[in-house]
């Protein structure tokens, strides 16, 4: 059990394979930044405020707010450090995920930002449906406010973000 508070924020952006183009790309730029989080928030360790924007509904939000860290896919571990924040998506398509990964230790006062993005399919294994996912997702060790992540830059980023579409890398000059 944490000793403190653990505020979560993820942003999930959905859209289907139709929706892969350079004109949806621009439509789903700018929806992953920091959000006022409610007034109301439950009490326990582990906060969550989870922000979700589908293309299917034309990008329109919806939040929840839960308590425990697996309603953001994270563990955490307590140590003199502070907080261990650890992903663990399993149900990705790909990148595939067989295990929790460390992203960050967080000491108290302290944010990180944890970036992502999958392929996932419906839950049948011979199901022809597929969709993507682009995640934000902001930590902190610290109390619960409504304005927390938008005035705070993290100290820690943790990018884990892949090529979904197949095909060659593509390479930056340096």
């Known amino acids: 059990m944490l000793g403190g508070v653990v505020v979560v924020q993820r942003v999930r952006v959905r859209w289907s394979a139709d929706a892969r183009g350079a004109g949806d790309a621009d439509l789903?730029?700018?929806?992953?930044?920091?959000?006022?989080?409610?007034?109301?928030?439950?009490?326990?360790?582990?906060v969550v405020h989870d922000v979700f924007a589908d293309h299917a509904d034309g990008y329109r939000f919806s939040e929840q707010v839960r308590s425990g860290g697996d309603a953001a896919s994270l563990e955490f571990s307590e140590s003199e450090q502070g907080v261990t924040v650890r992903a663990c998506v399993r149900d990705a398509v790909y990148p595939p995920h067989d295990r929790a990964t460390r992203l960050f230790t967080l000491a108290p006062g302290k944010v990180g930002l944890y970036r992502a993005n999958f392929r996932f399919r419906g839950q049948c294994c011979c199901s022809a449906s597929w969709w993507y996912e682009?995640?934000?997702?902001?930590?902190?060790?610290?109390?619960?406010?409504?304005?927390?992540?938008?005035?705070?830059?993290?100290?820690y980023t943790a990018d884990h973000r892949v090529q979904l579409y197949g095909g060659r890398a593509r390479r930056t000059a340096a």
């Open 28 to 46: 789903r730029r700018g929806l992953s930044e920091a959000r006022r989080m409610p007034e109301a928030l439950p009490d326990g360790p582990v």
């Open 134 to 155: 682009d995640w934000t997702v902001r930590v902190a060790n610290a109390p619960a406010s409504p304005e927390l992540f938008l005035h705070r830059s993290p100290q």
